[in-house]
């Protein structure tokens, strides 16, 4: 059994890649508004809310636990890709590689947004993060319906 992996999805969303880039480059901190059942709470670990490479650390809730994900994020408006790579927190526990990737296309007035998680178990008892690519489906819609009303 592989112990690495791709889990992906395609979500249709209202705003456009420009829109959404713009909101995680300087809105970020709003994310728990857009989400507050799903995200607790957010904070800069090391850089500011708007540079790339800057670090953040997430407080979340999935299937009622709980968890923390501490992340590097990497926003490529050329490519229209946004990136959070898996440092620290409860994900990092079982999985050894947890990256999760937005790649962007325009659609219409929206956008098309193609949902990765990479990642890399510890080990063969380790399930694929389906749970998770769930809860990043979900988070995204969110964010994208608030958005969208600005």
């Not at 890649?17 to 857009?34: M, R, T």
């Not at 990737?101 to 990642?119: H, N, P």
């Not at 979900?138 to 600005?150: H, Q, R």
Request: proline share 4%; no cysteine; aromatic share 10%.
């Amino acid at each position: 059994m592989a112990l690495k992996g791709n889990l992906e999805t395609v979500v249709e969303l209202k705003s456009s890649p420009e829109k959404y880039l713009s909101f995680w480059k300087g809105q970020a901190h709003q994310v728990p508004n857009h989400s507050p059942t799903n995200i607790q709470g957010v904070h800069v670990h090391e850089g500011d809310w708007e540079t790339s490479g800057s670090i953040k650390v997430w407080k979340y809730t999935i299937e009622g636990r709980s968890e923390v994900f501490k992340e590097k994020v990497i926003i490529d408006d050329e490519k229209k890709t946004l990136t959070f790579i898996g440092l620290e927190g409860d994900l990092l526990k079982i999985y050894k590689v947890f990256n999760i990737i937005w790649q962007f296309t325009t659609k219409g007035q929206g956008s098309l947004s193609k949902v990765i998680i990479e990642y890399e178990k510890l080990n063969e008892n380790v399930p694929p993060p389906n749970n998770y690519l769930d809860l990043v489906v979900t988070i995204t819609k969110e964010i994208d319906e608030g958005i969208s009303k600005e």
